[in-house]
């Protein structure tokens, strides 16, 4: 069975810094694997997949995230924080038999 | 074009009570999920439709939901004899059909039971 962890509850940067997403995935078989976006009472919001091919992914809003076998790992960065940053992000894999299994989130807060 | 719609957006009902919570998936997606979000935590897999046939509901825990596609397009999940652990956001996606595709949510149906 696959399943995913997500270190960090709540990660707390600074608007211009750094952000760094943690996501590691447990699969018996390659896995499919996506970021989402949540912001307050809307659905979640795909930010970037890793399917097959080049394991740097970029997606919107200058999200990336690197596919990382030897360490079961696609963590998302980002740059430069903006303040519309703020959200709650979901890493999620999926093997190939369609339903999606989430991790727990990550709330991102950036301050001015 | 249009996203997923889910309606109503907000349901609050008593106990015991029965519920329906519709999902309108994007125009030519074959495939359609359930999932149910609860406060802090992320969303977890009701059932997949392919068409109109429910492929996986191995995520419904307990014959008291139920959920239809009868035409291979809306959905309705439904929600016998509500409790209040039901309280919850019930969120529905839709996709081209293949794992590698994403799934693309609604805004959801926030639940209520008091």
């Known amino acids: 069975a696959q399943s995913v962890t997500q270190l960090g509850s709540h990660v707390s940067v600074s608007e211009g810094a750094l952000v760094l997403l943690r996501c590691n995935y447990s699969s018996s078989v390659p896995p499919y694997l996506f970021w989402y976006v949540q912001y307050p009472n809307q659905g979640l919001q795909l930010l970037l997949k890793?399917?097959?091919?080049?394991?740097l992914v970029k997606g919107i809003n200058g999200f990336e995230a690197e596919f990382k076998k030897s360490e079961t790992s696609f963590h998302l960065t980002k740059p430069s924080a903006h303040m519309s940053d703020a959200a709650e992000y979901f890493c999620?894999?999926?093997?190939?038999?369609?339903?999606?299994?989430f991790g727990t989130g990550t709330r991102l807060l950036v301050s001015p | 074009g249009a996203g997923v719609s889910q309606t109503p957006s907000n349901k609050v009902t008593e106990k015991g009570k029965y519920v329906e919570l519709r999902c309108d998936p994007i125009?030519?997606?074959?495939?359609l999920y359930w999932y149910r979000q609860s406060l802090g935590q992320g969303p977890e897999f009701l059932i997949y439709f392919q068409g109109t046939g429910a492929a996986d509901d191995s995520g419904l825990p307990n014959d008291r939901f139920f959920a239809v596609r009868p035409e291979g397009s809306v959905s309705t999940l439904k929600i016998q004899r509500t409790e209040r652990g039901d309280s919850a956001v019930y969120l529905c996606a839709s996709s081209l059909g293949q794992g590698n595709q994403p799934q693309h949510f609604g805004d959801g149906t926030r639940l209520s039971i008091l």
């Open positions: 890793y399917t097959t091919g080049a394991t």
């Open positions: 125009s030519g997606h074959t495939a």
């Open positions: 999620a894999v999926n093997t190939g038999f369609q339903k999606l299994v």
